[in-house]
């Protein structure tokens, strides 16, 4: 018995023994295995960095700039990082989870030039353990102290004070050299309200939207105006008429042609004392701070065949834009999301029919996709915008804007049209029969909405108790 006993404790013994070293096997094996898998996300980056080199002669300084994820959003892919981020000068941070030495481990990687195309690496450490020193192809130096990522917050910063600096003594040389012009202060349009310009068969009248809408001034409907790109802001009516953005007021009904020229634009949006409009090669920024409009700059797009711009918002350092493919005898349209910073496309959804209107909140979007109605697209990753679902509407989803989880539709012929947007649900609440073809709304002063219709008028409505009702004008 004792013998049987003996023999069962030594066969324990050895069990457990060898349970213990299958099981630190494999931990090993996966310890190793993520350390891997975290190198090989690394070299990943790496070699789109060098890419990017190779494409523009130039090292991107960012991810976004770069096409890739956000820092963070590594982890999901290899659990052993903390972050990826590309820095100014083509530089990777590379940031683990483990922590040595009382902070995360780091590793930095500085890329210089080797001839025209291509790029030598240097990596180096404060902190690498040495698990991950076995994972790695390419020797890594130690440094003595850890990396300063805040080096390069306090260079921008640098950078954007130096630049302020110049500005203003070359602002001060030209007004020094240059004979005084006249000015307008500024003060009165950055803090203006987004009036409304009531456009009918043959007049157009100026509506101050404050307590309630009181008509300002009206001058006759010009013959060749757009109905969907106009502005009324300040007590000034903007009004694109053939190929000029004309401005107008109490003092001149007849109107004063500027040297804006956008190529017949789809849309134009305010931002401040700075009107922004679809210019067919970008986005364009009027500055309405000057005796006419002028153009202050130009967002230059690279976006391939999907060119013609339809709509577009600027959100967070991002233009989501709509755009319809050139030269194709089928209607195919596209979501782009381009970086402001470089002005490249990050990234392209694909998406048939007529794509007018867009609109973003968080990490949704909402498309207005023509006969093909709402599109739901997932821009979490500005990269890889994912198609969610599709929900249809009665006629032609030519615009929309959101209200909170509401989402007001101009659906051409079918007028009007609000919906609740959730989670896993869209349900119609409303549907608002209008006087012509509804093609795009434009956001206005205390929750007014301006409706403008295909045969050229507008009309007022409001937003009330997550409804829409039309506004009536009186004289």
């Not at 090669?281 to 701070?289: A, Y």
């Not at 002005?343 to 029919?353: A, S």
Request: aromatic content about 8%; glycine content about 6%.
């Amino acid at each position: 018995m004792i013998r049987y006993v003996s023999s069962a404790v030594i066969l324990t013994v050895i069990m457990v023994v060898l349970l213990g070293r299958c099981q630190f096997g494999s931990a090993s094996i996966e310890a190793m295995s993520a350390a891997y898998n975290a190198v090989s996300s690394i070299s990943h980056v790496k070699q789109q960095i060098s890419m990017y080199y190779y494409d523009n002669q130039t090292l991107p300084a960012s991810n976004i700039e770069l096409r890739q994820p956000e820092p963070e959003q590594f982890g999901r892919r290899a659990p052993l990082l903390k972050r990826i981020e590309v820095l100014p000068g083509g530089i990777l941070f590379a940031q683990f989870t483990a922590e040595n030495k009382g902070i995360p481990v780091e590793l930095v990687f500085t890329p210089s030039e080797d001839g025209k195309y291509r790029l030598n690496w240097e990596c180096r450490s404060y902190n690498l353990t040495q698990a991950l020193r076995e994972a790695l192809v390419e020797n890594c130096s130690d440094s003595k102290s850890p990396f300063d990522r805040e080096y390069f917050a306090r260079q921008e910063q640098l950078a954007r004070s130096t630049d302020t600096y110049l500005e203003q003594v070359t602002a001060a040389q030209r007004e020094k050299d240059t004979p005084p012009i006249e000015t307008i202060d500024c003060a009165p349009f950055q803090e203006a309200r987004n009036d409304f310009l009531h456009i009918t068969a043959d007049r157009v009248e100026y509506w101050s939207l404050k307590a309630a809408p009181q008509r300002q001034y009206s001058f006759p409907r010009p013959d060749s105006s757009l109905s969907t790109a106009n502005r009324a802001v300040n007590g000034a009516a903007y009004l694109y008429l053939g190929d000029r953005l004309t401005r107008f007021d109490a003092d001149h009904p007849a109107g004063q042609p500027s040297q804006v020229n956008l190529l017949q634009p789809h849309r134009i949006r305010r931002q401040q004392e700075i009107l922004l409009a679809d210019s067919g090669v970008g986005i364009t920024r009027i500055d309405l701070c000057k005796p006419l409009p002028v153009i202050k700059d130009t967002y230059l797009l690279e976006l391939g065949a999907y060119n013609q711009i339809q709509d577009f918002i600027l959100d967070n350092g991002l233009i989501y834009l709509t755009a319809q493919e050139t030269h194709h005898t089928q209607s195919n349209s596209a979501l782009q999301l381009v970086s402001l910073r470089s002005n490249r496309p990050l990234g392209f959804l694909r998406l048939e029919g007529n794509s007018r209107g867009i609109a973003v909140a968080g990490r949704i979007a909402y498309v207005a996709n023509g006969a093909q109605g709402i599109a739901v697209v997932d821009v979490f990753d500005p990269t890889i915008p994912r198609l969610l679902k599709r929900f249809s509407t009665m006629d032609f989803a030519s615009d929309l804007i959101l209200k909170g989880e509401h989402l007001l539709v101009a659906d051409r012929l079918a007028g009007l049209r609000v919906y609740r947007v959730a989670e896993e649900s869209i349900t119609e609440i409303q549907s608002l029969p209008t006087e012509a073809a509804a093609i795009q709304l434009q956001p206005l002063t205390d929750n007014y909405i301006g409706v403008s219709f295909k045969n050229g008028t507008t009309a007022l409505y409001q937003w009330l108790n997550n409804k829409v009702v039309p506004v009536a004008l009186s004289k």
